[in-house]
């Protein structure tokens, strides 16, 4: 069973970048076809998703977050990062790394899922 | 549109049936995946592809989808089954993935 941990500073300063790390157990993030992501949920909010890192390299991103958005794998260590630049505190919040499943094609339709979670980790961006 | 609308909240009597529906274009090519949250926890995976339940969810979650619309159905609600549920889906033309706004069920 793959696990999922964020790590990463609580407080950030509002106009600097936040960067957060997930590290991967029990299972490679090398592995064929899965999308290594970020969601955050604001705190009472619903859940926002900010973007992903596909098995090999290639990244999508929400729109509404992309030019402040990096994300990327580090194979060696097999875990994958976010950074978040020029923050607000619009940007407080809980923030999950997850696995999201390869994509599979049924007659029917196409589908997917995040099938594992980290606990989550709360970023507050103070002034 | 890559949007998905949700029911903010839903009651049932506890041992009734509720139905926690998802409308959004993409789910008529894509199927709608379905998490449960309850407070302070991390998001836990219900139903996803056409009615599939991960291993330890109990069979009284189900899936279904017609058109744009995709639904998850508790038979039999029991008092631990409230929470928040979040639809998810994606814009298979630019891999944009999405979540609805969540639906918090209210077990009475």
């Known amino acids: 069973q793959v696990q999922l941990q964020e790590s990463g500073p609580g407080l950030v300063k509002s106009s600097q970048t936040l960067s957060l790390t997930c590290s991967v157990s029990?299972?490679?993030?090398?592995?064929?076809?899965?999308?290594w992501t970020w969601v955050r949920q604001h705190p009472g909010k619903g859940l926002e998703w900010i973007g992903c890192?596909?098995?090999?390299?290639?990244?999508y991103y929400n729109p509404s977050l992309e030019s402040r958005l990096s994300i990327s794998l580090d194979r060696f260590k097999n875990q994958f990062s976010l950074r978040l630049s020029s923050v607000t505190a619009a940007d407080t919040a809980v923030y999950y790394c997850?696995?999201?499943?390869?994509?599979?094609?049924?007659?029917?339709?196409?589908?997917?899922?995040?099938?594992?979670w980290g606990r989550g980790n709360l970023v507050t961006v103070s002034s | 549109s890559s949007e998905l609308t949700q029911a903010p909240a839903v009651s049932v009597a506890l041992g009734q049936t509720v139905r926690i529906t998802c409308q959004g274009d993409?789910?008529?090519?894509?199927?709608a995946s379905w998490y449960q949250q309850k407070p302070r926890q991390a998001p836990v995976l219900v139903i996803y592809?056409?009615?599939i339940r991960p291993s330890g969810i109990p069979d009284r979650f189900s899936g279904s989808s017609s058109g744009n619309t995709a639904s998850l159905t508790i038979t039999g609600a029991q008092a631990e089954d409230e929470a928040d549920y979040y639809c998810?889906?994606?814009?298979?033309?630019?891999?944009?993935?999405?979540f609805g706004g969540g639906t918090k069920l209210t077990v009475l």
């Open positions: 592809g056409k009615n």
């Open positions: 997850a696995r999201e499943s390869p994509l599979y094609y049924s007659g029917s339709g196409t589908y997917s899922s995040f099938d594992s």
């Open positions: 890192v596909y098995y090999s390299g290639i990244t």
């Open positions: 029990g299972g490679s993030i090398n592995s064929g076809g899965n999308f």
């Open positions: 993409s789910l008529r090519s894509y199927y």
């Open positions: 998810n889906s994606r814009d298979i033309s630019n891999n944009q993935c999405v």
